[in-house]
């Protein structure tokens, strides 16, 4: 069974740095490319950014590019999200998701976390 | 990057099929045949009901379909049931980036 567990989230201020970890199970995590994909209280999922099966690619919305930094570690099938400079408007639910097709990005996610809650206020 | 357009909200009486449309660019659901559909009920992550715009997951409804033509997919459900009720968002592939819809709320009333 896949499973992915997301864990990190907490309450911010602004301009400060937080890093995400997803922890994946149940799939040959060296074979798939990872997403984070966000969504606001209330409104609409955002795709966040991306990071290739073998971590040699990553990807950003223009919303988090220069502030946030994807990673992987295939030996301990763990995601990671690197959070920097954040804003009141980047608090929101991070899923980490998991892309459908093998050793190539299609963005049609197969597999979801249950999320890990972001709150940056002051 | 600007999302995809979706209707706020739909609406169908049990039975009945409903459309929902998903409209983007040449840039994104125009050069692509990566079109996902997501459902999500309060509460709960986004669930994969459509993937390579007309593809259903294994133990996905077959009242579930997808198409698309031109800028324009389309998720259609038909035999409304209670538990369809939820939010629905599409997903293009844009090369270097995804995009979504900004989410369909289905009422089944």
């Known amino acids: 069974e896949v499973q992915l567990v997301e864990s990190g989230g907490v309450v911010v201020q602004p301009g400060g740095s937080l890093r995400l970890s997803c922890a994946a199970s149940g799939f040959t995590f060296d074979d798939y490319t990872m997403h984070w994909v966000r969504q606001a209280p209330g409104k609409g999922l955002e795709w966040v950014s991306l990071i290739s099966w073998d971590g040699g690619s990553t990807y950003y919305a223009d919303s988090v590019k220069g502030r946030f930094t994807i990673s992987r570690d295939n030996s301990k099938n763990s995601l990671y999200l690197q959070m920097n400079s954040l804003r009141t408007e980047d608090t929101a639910l991070y899923y980490c998701?998991?892309?459908?097709?093998?050793?190539?990005?299609?963005?049609?996610?197969?597999?979801w976390g249950q999320g890990t809650l972001v709150t940056v206020s002051s | 990057q600007s999302a995809l357009t979706q209707p706020a909200s739909v609406s169908g009486s049990p039975g009945q099929s409903i459309t929902i449309s998903c409209t983007g660019t040449?840039?994104?659901?125009?050069?692509?045949?990566?079109v996902s559909w997501y459902q999500q009920h309060p509460g709960k992550a986004p669930k994969l009901m459509i993937y390579?715009?007309?593809k259903r997951p294994s133990g996905v409804s077959n009242r579930f379909s997808g198409s698309k033509s031109g800028n324009t997919a389309s998720l259609t459900i038909s035999g409304l049931q209670a538990e369809d009720e939820a939010d629905y968002y599409c997903?293009?592939?844009?090369?270097?980036?995804?995009?979504f819809g900004g989410g369909t709320k289905l009422t089944v009333l």
């Open positions: 390579e715009v007309s």
């Open positions: 998701a998991k892309d459908r097709s093998r050793m190539e990005y299609s963005y049609e996610l197969d597999y």
């Open positions: 040449s840039s994104d659901v125009g050069s692509y045949n990566l």
């Open positions: 997903c293009s592939y844009a090369g270097s980036r995804g995009v």
